[in-house]
């Protein structure tokens, strides 16, 4: 088992910065490809951003490609997402998700793949 743990959402005013943080805990010795997803109220949850457990691979959705950054320190089991430029549509609950793999270059965007969720971070963005 594995447990996600986000933190670094809050309130923001558009065009502003934040960095969210997934810190694992658990079994994380073996290979996991990670992912930000968010979900608004009244929506479906949404693909934001994956990475390899190599960080050789990444895919972003084409709504934050290049104002979001995925990263991740396998040495401190924690995953970062530096969101810049946010904008009136990115406010959402931002979940972490880890899928158990024994790829070192694979990334999934499906949410259904994933097999561990974190309890997720509000962001809020005011105009």
């Known amino acids: 088992q594995v447990q996600l743990v986000e933190s670094g959402g809050g309130l923001v005013q558009a065009g502003g910065s934040l960095r969210l943080s997934c810190a694992a805990s658990g079994r994380t010795g073996s290979i996991y490809t990670m992912a930000w997803f968010r979900q608004a109220p009244g929506k479906e949850r949404e693909f934001v951003a994956a990475i390899s457990w190599s960080r050789y691979t990444t895919n972003y959705s084409g709504s934050v490609k290049g104002r979001f950054t995925i990263s991740r320190d396998n040495a401190k089991n924690t995953m970062y997402l530096q969101m810049n430029s946010l904008k009136p549509g990115d406010p959402a609950v931002y979940y972490c998700?880890?899928?158990?793999?024994?790829?070192?270059?694979?990334?999934?965007?499906?949410?259904?793949?994933?097999?561990?969720w974190g309890q997720g971070t509000q962001v809020t963005v005011s105009s």
């Open positions: 998700a880890a899928h158990s793999t024994l790829s070192f270059t694979t990334v999934k965007l499906d949410y259904r793949e994933y097999d561990y």
